[in-house]
C-alpha cells in the first residue's frame, strides 16, 4: 500500500485526504495548530448566498474519520527525500515517511497593524474582517468599544493588497464580496445603521456576486464610494475621522464613522521555517508558490512526488480550494499508481 | 482692514456630515431605483445635453448621494428629457424620472418648500 | 486610543543619533526669524557638556533655492558637498543640522548618492574644481531636534521647569508639529516614522507634558517655498496653516511645539493675519497659541531668561505660556536688548492680544480658567 503525507490540515488538506483515502491510499494529515479545518474555522457564512460555514466544516471533519491517521500540534523541523519518497521530522522526534507529499499549507492574513494610518491597534474601532466574521460567529450584539449601537460603519477595501507600500502588489480576490457580504449581514443585524463601502474596484467576479452587488444597493441602501482611504483619525469621543477623495468627483472628502472595518488581504506565508523555503521550492514575483505548469498541471512542484494544492498557490474561493483538493487528489492517485514507470513527462492519464 | 495682498482660501473638501441629503431623500422617495446606479456613467456618455453643457448624471447622483445641493442646482436644469440615458442604463435605472424629481427638488428648495 | 499601539509602532522607527562632538550646520530662516534659538541649542548642549563645533565659513545648504527652482540640483549637491568637506576638514563626522529642510536636502542627497555613486563622483569632481576640497560623508546624521531627543533624559533632570501648569497641577497639553521634510520622505529617517512621529513627544513626555492628538496633525503648515516666494499665492500657504488651527482648537493646546525652522515661522506669523482678516483668535485669551521650536521650549524648562531664548521676536506672545508653567521672567525687560538698551517695539496689532495685555491682574484667573 501506498502512502500519502499531507502537510496542512485545512479545507484543501481535509477534502484530498478524504478523497485519497477513498482511492485506497494510506493517507497522514500533518497540522500545525491543534484544531483541523484551517481558515474555514473562522468564517461564519459563506458567500454569495451566506451558507452557514459550520456544517460544511463538520464535514470535511467527519470526513476524514476512517483508515486516516491524524497529527495535530505538529511542528515540522525537517524534510528529506530522494526518488522513492519522503521523511518528514516532526516536532524534532518523530519521523513519518510517505511515497508522496501534498503541501496544503494555505496562506497568511495581512497584519493590519502594518497601515499604520488606518490606526489598527491604536484606535479602539477599527477591527478587521476577520474580526468581524468572529463576531457574527459569536453571535453577541456588535457594539463600539465604548459599548454604543454603531450608527455608521465603513468598510475599507484593500486592506494590504495591491499596495506596494504593504509588500504585496497582488489582488487578494476574494475580499471585495466578503466586503459586500458582511456589510448585509450587519445592516441586518442593525437596521438602523447606515454603511459605506470605499473601494478602488468591486471585484464581483463569480457566479451570483454581481447580483449581490445590487441587491445590497437597492434592498439594504449600502452606499458605495470609490475612494482610497488615505488616513483615519480617532475623535476624543472613539469615533473615527477619515480622510478619502471622492474620485468620480475628484473632490477631497471627510466624514465621521463609529467603526471602521479593514479588508485585509491574503498574502504568502513567509514567516522563517514556512516548508516553501524550506524545501527550497521556488516562489512567484507575488511570493505565492511558483506553479510550473498551470495549465497541464498545477499542483506540480519541482520535487518529484511532492504536490501544492489550495490557498498555498494564491487567493481561492473554499469553493475553488474543494475542486484543485478533489483535482490533486486524483493526480497523486495516479502517481502513486505508475509510480515505477512515472518520467515526469507523461500526460495526465485519469484512473479510478 | 490691512491689506495683505492675498485671501484665505476656500476649503473645497467635501464635509459628509454637515451636508443635507433632502434632495436624495426627496428623489428616493418618488423613484427608489436611484439607489440601483452604481456610477457607470454609461448614461452621462450616452447624454445629448452633455456634448455642448456642463451636465453629467452620474455626476449629480453622486453629489445629490453626498448632499451638495448647490452643485445639483447648477447643472441639474440642462436636461432635454430625451431619454438617451433611459435606454442605455444598464441596471435599468429610471434616470429622467430622477432628474425630473431632482429639478423639481430644487426647485422646491429654492420656494422654501422643502 | 490604545498607546501600547503607538508604542509599538515607535519600536519600528529608531535611528541613531550621535550624543557628542558635532559639527553644526545653521539655518537661515531660523536665525532670521528666531535668532537666539540657535544659540540656545548651543548652549543646551554645552551646558551638558558636549562638543558642538561650527565653522564660520559654512553656507546655507541652498536647499530653499532648490526648492524654489531657484538653484539647479547639482549645484545644491556641490554646496552640501561643501559642508561635508569642512566637517571633514575640522575632524568631526557627527552632523547636527538645525533646519529640517536640510536635514531632508541631506538625507536626500546621501541616498541619491548611495543609489547612484556616478553622480557622488561627478560632485567630487566639481567640488574640487570649485573649491579644491575633498570631503567624506558624515557618520551620523542628525538633525538638532533628534540629539535633543536623544538627551531629553538628561535636560529632564536638570529642568527646574516642568510642561505643567502650576495652578492646576495638569500636564500641559501640546500640539506637535513636525516639519514634513522630517520623515514624511524617509520614514526610518525619523525617529518614530511618518503617522506618529516620536522626536518631540518624547521631549514633552519627558517633561512632564501631554500630546494631544487631532485630526490634521500631518497636514503640513503650508511652507514649502516655492509658491508663497510670491506674495499673491501667500493665500495657499495661508489656507494650510489655517485649516491646522482650525482642526486643532477644540482640543484646547496650550502650545504648539515643532522642530522646523520655517512651520513655527508660519503658524506664529499667519495667527496673526487671521485675527485681522477674520477678527478671531484661536485659544481663549485673545492672545492665540504660542508656538514654540525645540530648543525654546527645552530652554524655558532649563530656567534659561526668555529674552535670552529670543522669545520677544515671537508675534504670539509667550507669556501665557510662561505664568502657566510658573516660569519667572520681567516683562519691562522684554524690548531691552542685552546691555539694556531698548531695542524698539512692534505696533499693536489691531484685534491679537500681545505682552502683558489683560494678563496682568487677570491671569490667575487665566491659567485655571482654560
Not at chain 1, 497601515?115 to 468572529?134: D, F, M, R
Not at chain 1, 515505477?340 to 507523461?346: F, I, K, M, V
Request: aromatic share 10%; hydrophobic share 35%.
Amino acid at each position: 500500500m501506498k502512502s500519502v503525507t499531507i502537510i496542512g490540515g485545512g479545507v484543501a488538506g481535509l477534502e484530498a485526504a478524504a478523497r485519497l483515502t477513498r482511492m485506497g491510499q494510506a493517507v497522514t494529515v500533518i497540522e500545525k495548530s491543534d484544531q483541523l479545518g484551517g481558515r474555514l474555522n473562522q468564517w461564519h457564512a459563506l458567500f454569495p448566498f451566506r451558507t452557514p460555514a459550520g456544517p460544511l466544516l463538520s464535514k470535511l471533519r467527519n470526513n476524514v474519520a476512517e483508515g486516516m491517521n491524524m497529527i495535530v500540534n505538529a511542528n515540522i523541523t525537517g524534510v528529506e527525500y530522494n526518488d522513492d519518497g519522503f521523511a518528514i521530522r516532526i516536532n524534532n522526534n518523530r519521523m513519518i515517511t510517505a511515497n508522496s507529499v501534498l503541501l496544503t499549507t494555505g496562506f497568511d492574513i495581512f497584519d493590519a497593524e502594518k497601515k499604520e494610518e488606518y490606526g489598527y491597534g491604536i484606535y479602539e474601532n477599527v477591527i478587521t474582517s476577520v474580526e468581524l466574521e468572529q463576531m457574527f460567529h459569536s453571535g453577541k450584539p456588535i457594539l463600539t468599544a465604548q459599548g454604543n449601537i454603531p450608527s455608521r460603519i465603513g468598510f475599507i477595501h484593500c486592506v494590504g493588497s495591491r499596495d506596494e507600500k504593504a509588500g504585496n502588489l497582488h489582488c487578494s480576490k476574494v475580499c471585495c464580496v466578503t466586503a459586500v457580504k458582511q456589510a448585509i449581514e450587519i445592516k441586518e443585524l442593525i437596521p438602523s445603521a447606515e454603511i459605506f463601502l470605499y473601494y478602488m474596484d468591486l471585484r464581483m467576479f463569480g457566479r451570483h456576486f454581481e447580483e449581490l452587488y445590487k441587491e445590497a444597493q437597492f434592498k439594504h441602501g449600502i452606499q458605495f464610494i470609490r475612494a482610497r482611504l488615505s488616513e483615519a483619525f480617532e475623535n476624543p469621543d472613539g469615533t473615527l475621522q477619515i480622510r478619502i477623495e471622492d474620485t468620480l468627483l475628484a473632490k477631497p472628502l471627510k466624514m465621521n464613522l463609529d467603526m471602521m472595518v479593514l479588508m485585509v488581504g491574503i498574502q504568502p506565508q513567509r514567516k522563517t521555517g514556512n516548508l516553501i523555503d524550506m524545501l527550497g521550492l521556488e516562489r512567484d514575483a507575488d511570493g505565492f508558490l511558483m506553479q510550473e505548469d498551470p495549465y497541464g498541471s498545477p499542483f506540480k512542484t519541482k520535487i518529484r512526488g511532492l504536490y501544492c494544492a489550495g490557498g498555498i498557490t494564491g487567493p481561492k474561493t473554499i469553493e475553488e480550494t474543494l475542486i484543485e483538493a478533489r483535482a490533486v487528489a486524483a493526480e497523486i492517485n495516479n502517481y502513486l499508481k505508475h509510480k515505477e514507470t512515472y518520467t515526469g513527462h507523461e500526460h495526465f492519464v485519469m484512473e479510478l | 482692514m490691512i491689506g495683505f495682498g492675498y485671501k484665505i482660501q476656500a476649503d473645497r473638501q467635501i464635509d459628509y456630515d454637515s451636508n443635507n441629503r433632502r434632495i436624495l431623500e426627496f428623489v428616493r422617495d418618488g423613484e427608489p431605483s436611484i439607489d440601483w446606479c452604481m456610477s457607470c456613467g454609461t448614461c452621462a456618455s450616452a447624454c445629448t445635453a452633455a456634448m455642448t453643457a456642463d451636465y453629467s448624471l452620474r455626476r449629480l447622483i453622486i453629489q445629490a448621494r453626498r448632499g451638495m445641493e448647490n452643485e445639483i442646482r447648477e447643472s441639474v436644469y440642462r436636461c432635454r428629457f430625451c431619454g438617451k440615458c433611459f435606454n442605455a442604463c444598464p441596471r435599468g435605472v429610471n434616470t429622467r424620472n430622477i432628474v425630473y424629481l431632482m429639478q423639481l427638488a430644487a426647485t422646491k428648495i429654492t420656494n422654501h418648500e422643502i | 486610543m490604545k498607546q501600547e499601539g503607538k508604542r509599538r509602532l515607535w519600536q519600528e522607527y529608531q535611528k541613531e543619533i550621535a550624543t557628542d562632538k558635532f559639527f553644526y550646520v545653521r539655518s537661515c530662516v531660523r536665525q532670521n526669524f528666531f535668532p537666539a534659538a540657535e544659540q540656545t541649542f548651543l548652549r543646551i548642549l554645552r551646558d551638558l557638556g558636549k562638543t558642538v563645533y561650527e565653522n564660520p565659513g559654512h553656507t546655507t545648504c541652498t536647499g530653499i533655492g532648490y526648492h524654489s527652482d531657484v538653484v539647479p540640483l547639482h549645484t545644491t549637491m556641490t554646496v552640501v558637498a561643501r559642508q561635508f568637506a569642512l566637517m571633514t576638514e575640522a575632524g568631526y563626522e557627527n552632523l547636527a543640522v538645525s533646519c529640517i529642510t536640510s536635514f531632508g536636502l541631506y538625507t536626500e542627497i546621501m541616498d541619491t548618492w548611495h543609489h547612484f555613486p556616478e553622480i557622488e563622483n561627478k560632485t567630487r569632481e566639481y567640488l574640487r574644481k570649485a573649491t579644491g576640497r575633498e570631503f567624506t560623508l558624515p557618520k551620523n546624521l542628525a538633525h538638532a531636534s533628534d540629539i535633543l531627543y536623544k538627551l531629553r533624559h538628561d535636560i529632564a533632570a536638570r529642568a527646574p521647569y516642568r510642561l505643567i501648569n502650576q495652578a492646576t497641577g495638569e500636564p500641559l497639553r501640546v500640539v506637535e508639529h513636525i516639519g514634513c521634510h522630517y520623515s514624511k520622505m524617509f520614514p526610518h529617517k525619523g525617529v518614530g516614522g511618518a503617522e506618529y512621529p516620536y522626536v518631540l513627544v518624547g521631549l514633552v513626555e519627558a517633561l512632564g507634558g501631554e500630546i494631544i492628538d487631532y485630526p490634521e496633525r500631518r497636514h503640513c503648515c503650508g511652507f514649502g517655498f516655492r509658491q508663497y516666494v510670491v506674495r499673491a499665492n501667500r493665500g495657499y500657504s495661508l489656507s494650510c496653516s489655517k485649516k491646522k488651527f482650525d482642526s486643532m482648537e477644540p482640543y484646547r493646546p496650550d502650545c504648539i511645539l515643532t522642530n522646523c525652522p520655517g512651520c513655527p515661522y508660519f503658524l506664529d506669523r499667519w495667527q496673526y493675519v487671521v485675527s485681522e482678516m477674520e477678527g478671531r483668535t484661536y485659544g481663549v485669551n485673545g492672545h492665540g497659541i504660542p508656538v514654540l521650536t525645540y530648543e525654546e521650549l527645552a530652554g524655558l524648562a532649563l530656567g534659561y531668561d526668555p529674552w535670552d531664548i529670543g522669545l520677544q521676536t515671537h508675534q504670539v506672545s509667550i507669556e501665557p505660556l510662561m505664568l502657566k508653567m510658573g516660569v519667572p521672567f520681567d516683562p519691562s525687560k522684554k524690548y531691552l536688548g542685552k546691555n539694556g538698551e531698548y531695542i524698539g517695539r512692534p505696533s499693536k496689532p489691531n484685534v491679537l492680544k500681545i505682552d502683558m495685555d489683560a494678563l496682568n491682574t487677570e491671569h490667575r484667573i487665566l491659567i485655571t480658567e482654560y
